[in-house]
C-alpha cells in the first residue's frame, strides 16, 4: 500500500468523534444515534471508499466534508429501527409484506397490559394453582366455532406441521393434486409435509379430483385425509373436487380423521360484507373436518397465529407432543388473540371493532366520503403550500376515481372489491417517482400505480387521519 491516496485516508476514530460533534450539533443528544452505530458506519464508510480506491486506481480521495456527511447519515440509518409505522394505501386490507390484520383497540390495550408487567399467563387466580396457557384462546375458539376443543401456535404452517406431524408421521397422507399449494413466503404443501414425516399421497388432476379418486388411495398405511383451502389461486371452468361432507363419510367409513387447512379462518359469514363466501371455521367443522387449521392474523383480523380446533381426542393428542412446546404462542399474542376473539361475540360488534373486518365491509358510500375528504384535505395543503412563503408546488392532479381493493392473505383471491380512491398525477413526473417519494417519507405512504397515477385507496386509509396524509403527499411534492 505505497499508494498516497490511501495514506490520505483518515483514521476511524477522529472521524468517530467529528461524526459523534456533528450528530450533537445537529439536535438534542437524546436522538444521536449510540457510538457504536456510529464507528459501525465510519467503518463501512471508509471500507467502501478504500475498495473504490482499489478498483479505480484513478479514483481521488472523498473530501471529507462529504466522508463525515455519509457517515452521519449511514449511522443515522442504522438507528432507525426497521420495523416502522407505515401508511397503507394499496386497498390490500392483508397485506403480508404490511403484517397482515391491524389489531382492534381492545387487542392493543390487552397487549400493553401483557407487556407492562406479569399476567395470569398459565396461573389461576381464583384457585391459586399453574393453569393452562391459553386457556382463554380456546375457550373462545370452542365458543365461536362449536369445536369441541383448541390449540394456538405461532402460524398457520405450524397449526399444519403440527397436526400431520403427531397424525400423520411415517404414514400416509392423500390430497388431492388440485390442492398442492404454495402460497407467498415459502408455504409449499408438499414441502411441510415431507418436514411433518409424512408420506403425501397425490390423487386426481390439477383440475378435477373425485371422491373414488381419494377411496382408491386409501391403505392400510393412510394416516389422514387432508383437504386444503387453495387460498391465493383459484381454477375456474372445467374442474371439481368432492364436497367436504363426502369426503368426510369416507374419512368415517375408513375411520380416519379429515384434517382440513382453511388458511384464512373466517369466523363470520363474510357474503354479510358483500363479498364473496369464504368458508367459515365452523361450516369445515359441521361439515365433518375432525381437524381444522387456520390463521391468526388473516380474515380472523388478530395477531399471528396458528389455531387449530376439532375433535378432542385429536387436539389432545396435539397437544401433548413436544413438538406443540416447541411450537407454543406467545403471552403477548395469547393476550391480543383472546381480546380479538372476545370482539366475536357479536358479530356486529366484530365487524365494528375489528380494522380488518371493518375495512372488508365498508360500504361504498362511506369509501367514497373517505376518498372525498382525503381529495380535499390533499388540495388543501397543497393550496396552503403554494400560499406560503415555499412559492410555487409542482402541477399535482387531485381526483377521486373508483378503484377496487382487495382482501388479501390468501383469502378471495378472485375477489375485487368496488372502492373509491384518489387518483394523484404529478405534472411532468411519473407515477414512480411520486410512488417512490411517497414511500420515502416519515412515515412512508405505500401506494400502488394504475394507469401512470398513483392511487390511494380510502379503504385501507379509513382510520388514517387525513390531514396526515396530506400533509405526507405535499411534503412529497415539495420536497422535490
Ligand atoms: C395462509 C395460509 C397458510 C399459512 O398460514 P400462516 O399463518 O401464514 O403461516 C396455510 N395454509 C393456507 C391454506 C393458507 O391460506
Known sequence: MNDVRFRALPAVE??????????????????????????????????????????????????????????????????????????????VVLHTNLGRAPLSKAARRALDEAARGYLSLEYDVAEGTRSKRALGVEDWLVRLTGAEAALAVNNGAAALLLAVWVLGQGREVIVSRGELIEIGGSFRLPDILARAGAKLVEVGTTNRTRIDDYRRAITPQTALLLRVHPSNFRLIGFSERPAREELAALAREAKLPLVEDV?????????????????????????????????????????????????????????????????????????ALEATLAAYADPAVARRDIPALAQLAAPAGALADIAAALARAIREALDEAASGASGAIRGLEVEVVPAASEVGGGALPGASLPTSAVALTWTGRTASALERRLRLGRPP???????????????????????EVARLVRAAVIGA
Open 14 to 91: 477522529p472521524l468517530v468523534e467529528r461524526a459523534l460533534a456533528a450528530l450533537a450539533a445537529d439536535g438534542p443528544a437524546g436522538d444521536a444515534p449510540p457510538r457504536a452505530l456510529v464507528v459501525e458506519a465510519a467503518r463501512a464508510i471508509l471500507a467502501a471508499e478504500r475498495a473504490a480506491l482499489t478498483t479505480d486506481p484513478a479514483a481521488a480521495v472523498e473530501a471529507e466534508g462529504d466522508r463525515l456527511q455519509r457517515i452521519v447519515e449511514r449511522a443515522r440509518s442504522l438507528a432507525r429501527p426497521r420495523q416502522e409505522r407505515v401508511i397503507n394505501a394499496t386497498g
Open 263 to 335: 388458511g384464512s379462518g373466517a369466523l363470520v359469514a363474510t357474503e354479510d360484507f358483500g363479498i364473496e363466501h369464504e368458508p367459515t371455521v365452523a361450516e369445515s367443522l359441521t361439515g365433518g373436518a375432525d381437524v381444522v387449521t387456520f390463521s391468526g392474523d388473516k380474515l380472523l383480523g388478530g395477531p399471528q397465529a396458528g389455531l387449530i380446533v376439532g375433535r378432542r381426542e385429536w387436539i389432545a393428542r396435539l397437544e401433548r407432543d413436544p413438538l406443540a412446546r416447541a411450537l407454543r404462542v406467545d403471552k403477548l399474542t395469547i393476550a
Open 445 to 467: 405512504i405505500v401506494a400502488r400505480i394504475r394507469e401512470d397515477r398513483v392511487l390511494l385507496d380510502a379503504r385501507t386509509l379509513m382510520f388514517e387521519d387525513p390531514s
